[in-house]
């Protein structure tokens, strides 16, 4: 018998702000936090916009020497779940905390360290390599340090499924807290590489915007004119509690999870497969996984990243799953505002999917002025819409193929 | 360089890296109990220490520093 989830704590670092007010009150009104790279020089760079967090900083969330020790990304993750533990109102007992699981996660890692270090490697020699490189960079170190911090001694790992990371991640939270293996997950991701290398890796690819004169347009999912995703950086941590656990402790119940499907597409190491064949298998896992119809579902955040290929085959996946329900089904994309933020994307979004289902408020798609026609769903175009979620499904798409889905419910009692 | 002037550097070393307030160091203060310097910390300190003073020490004479005081001992003996 699996054991219903709750969502009863939200923290978010991101472009658009800090804490989940704000970045809700911003993504609501339709606000870009994307602009021009300020912590390095973009000259020789095609791409020289990103969704930087400029207002970070880690000293009011951390000690300062522990934050000297850790990675931006580090910092984020355990930033973020100060605030999702403060949103909770919850103060673990030693008990709950042995029963709380921790499944954070990034799709890059401390890259921003690595690429200090590697300087340090050619100019100076390996005798020069911090003792702290190894535990800055790697991916699990965000979700190893928030036990550490907090004292969280459940099952702690980190998915690593690139841009699909956080929906791995609080899709295996979910499974811990609904079978009964933990009682609590703190679940979610935390990227920081809007670095030298995280942007001209991303170029090379080709995937990047280099709308470069019109920065808070750059990211314009599902729009005929969108040229490529703008990197986003920051971190969504979610609290999830065993429902009755919730209830009883009086606490605020933003929605519940109730479903959880992953595939891959086997098919390109970046390209999605074009008949977007693992993204429906993700989805119909998912649905299946939460025991309902597809037509239960009336909301759908999308991955939408505002490439040219993601986009139209997440459209063509949405509508193999639903059929022609599929256009009356209000799809929309937190990427217009805050970018992509990789393996952090999926958390940042569920954080935004689940407030849209509390509050009765979709966020709109911004940068939305010209209909391609491959795009032919309702993106909710640039207006927030007030809208009564029953049912919301969260996709998320990373390199390799390796999609993920959630499915979140509103919580009536 | 004198022993208060290697002082004074391996103080601005130890309050940049262990960011503790600069009256705790002291000839005296002990650098795990004291400064809360663990293992990796006292690592990324010698490093530091050879790129400033310019000398190399090896493993077996860092293990025998207990103090600011021991530290800035062995650096004046080493110039």
Redesign the interface.
Known sequence: MRRRVAITGLGVISPVGIGKDVFWENIKKGKSGISFISKFPTDDFPTKIAGEVKDFNPEEFIDKREARRLDRFSQFAIAATRLALEDSGWNPTEEEKENTAVIVTSGIGGFETLENQFRSLFEKGPNRISPFLIPMVIINIASGNISIFFGFKGPNYSPVSACASSAHAIGIGYRLVSTGEADFAIVGGSEASITPMGIAGFCALQALSTRNDEPEKASRPFDAKRDGFVMGEGAGILILEELNHAINRGARIYAEIVGFGASDDAYHITAPDPEGNGAVLSMKRAIKDAGINPEDINYINAHGTSTKLNDKIETLAIKKVFGEYAYKIPVSSTKSMVGHLLGAAASVESIATVLSIYEGIIHPTINYEEKDPECDLDYVPNVARKWDIKYALKNSFGFGGQNATLIFKKYEG | MDESTIFEKVKKIIVD????DENLVTMDSNIQEDL?ADS?DA??LI?ALE?EFGIDVQDEEAENFKTVGDVVRYIEKRL
Do not use: K
């Open positions: 890296q262990l960011r503790v809360g990796l690592v990324e490093m790129e």
